[in-house]
């Protein structure tokens, strides 16, 4: 099966700074990637996603760059707000098949 | 448009106890998800759901869990007798697949403590 790797598990920027967010993936068959913010006593939420076709999508502070060869893609959060604080999860998956999610990254924004 | 509903949204019950998660998901998604979550780590799947039929349940430890989707809309999961270690997060998420990317919907989750 798919083996995903999240790093880091915590981060810690201050507000205004970006953060970035890094997972591998084993499975060279794997084709949709999401990311999910979790804030305390919610369930994950959908925040962005890309397909194996595309290198990069953007969506306002957000961004996600895949690597398909290095098989890695990053979360990347620019201007961060205190409302960004949250766990985020990365999550691969081939079609048909189960999603498979890193261990997550505790991210802090200080203000 | 309603997401997907969980209840109750926690649960404390004594070990060797049965206890019950439901879960409906978002109308119209055919695929549905039974997550566990540990404290600090990622969801892993118990059982995926398309339609009635269980295609996914490798992962979930048959001697005391179960689910069941009637008519392939609401689901239900089951632990018994619950034990200290099932203690966690339980996730349902709903899909539909046939989509070039299938978005998966989460739930707010059931916090179970077993003592």
């Known amino acids: 099966g798919e083996n995903v790797e999240q790093h880091p598990s915590t981060l810690s920027v201050q507000e205004g700074d970006s953060a970035v967010i890094k997972c591998t993936y084993s499975?060279?068959?794997?084709?949709?990637f999401p990311w999910y913010k979790q804030e305390l006593g919610k369930g994950p939420q959908l925040i962005i996603d890309?397909?194996?076709?595309?290198g990069e999508k953007k969506d306002q502070r957000i961004a996600v760059t895949l690597n398909k060869t290095a098989k890695h893609f990053s979360l990347h959060i620019t201007e961060t707000q205190p409302e960004d604080s949250a766990v985020y999860f990365c999550?691969?998956?081939?079609?048909?098949?189960?999603?498979?999610f890193g261990t997550g990254t505790s991210l802090t924004v200080i203000p | 448009e309603a997401g997907v509903v969980q209840s109750p949204r926690y649960k404390i019950i004594e070990k060797k106890q049965p206890v019950a998660f439901w879960c409906n998901p978002i109308s119209g998604h055919n695929t549905l998800y039974w997550y566990r979550q540990n404290l600090g780590q990622g969801p892993e799947l118990l059982i995926r759901y398309e339609n009635e039929e269980a295609v996914d349940d490798s992962q979930l430890p048959k001697d005391r869990f179960s689910a069941e989707r009637l008519k392939g809309v609401d689901s239900t999961l089951k632990i018994q007798p619950a034990e200290l270690g099932d203690s966690a997060v339980y996730l349902c998420?709903?899909?539909?697949?046939?989509?070039?990317?299938?978005?998966?919907?989460f739930g707010p989750g059931t916090r179970l403590l077993v003592l």
């Open positions: 998420a709903s899909s539909f697949a046939g989509q070039i990317q299938e978005t998966q919907y």
């Open positions: 890309i397909r194996s076709n595309v």
């Open positions: 499975d060279s068959a794997s084709n949709y």
């Open positions: 999550a691969a998956k081939r079609t048909g098949n189960q999603f498979y």
